[in-house]
């Protein structure tokens, strides 16, 4: 997960992505945070 991130990031200047390409990338990182902090929430509460 982000593996992706940091080649958009940290890729040589000719492999760089539109910025809205960076945003989407960075999207679906905080999606992925969400879904495991939600995912332990629910681990915490039912336990």
């Known amino acids: 997960m982000v593996a992706p991130f940091k080649q958009l990031a940290f890729?040589?200047?000719?492999?760089?992505?539109?910025?809205?390409q960076f945003e989407l990338a960075l999207e679906d990182l905080e999606t992925g945070i969400a879904v495991v902090r939600a995912e332990e929430a629910i681990r915490c509460h039912s336990g």
């Open 11 to 20: 890729g040589r200047k000719s492999e760089k992505s539109a910025p809205e």
